[in-house]
């Protein structure tokens, strides 16, 4: 089972590696006044990444929410 895990890891960087070499053309993202040009692959990591982030936040957010909704009142 271990040379499955390792087979399937090895695969799933070769996916990212190509990925990122094929999507290398720049791309430019603008906010209000601020611009900032970097390549589209990295553009989709980083907005992957914000959205994890993002997403635990809110995750942790709702659960702490109906925890304390659960929760007797003193």
Known sequence: MRYVYIAVIAVL???VVLFQV????TA???L???SLTMPV????????AMGVL???S???????LVHGAKARPY
């Open 13 to 15: 960087v070769a996916v």
């Open 22 to 25: 094929q999507n290398f053309e």
């Open 28 to 30: 430019t993202v603008t």
């Open 32 to 34: 209000f006044s601020m």
């Open 41 to 48: 692959s990295i553009l989709v990591f980083a907005v992957y």
């Open 54 to 56: 993002t997403g635990g």
């Open 58 to 64: 809110l995750l942790a957010l709702i659960r702490h």
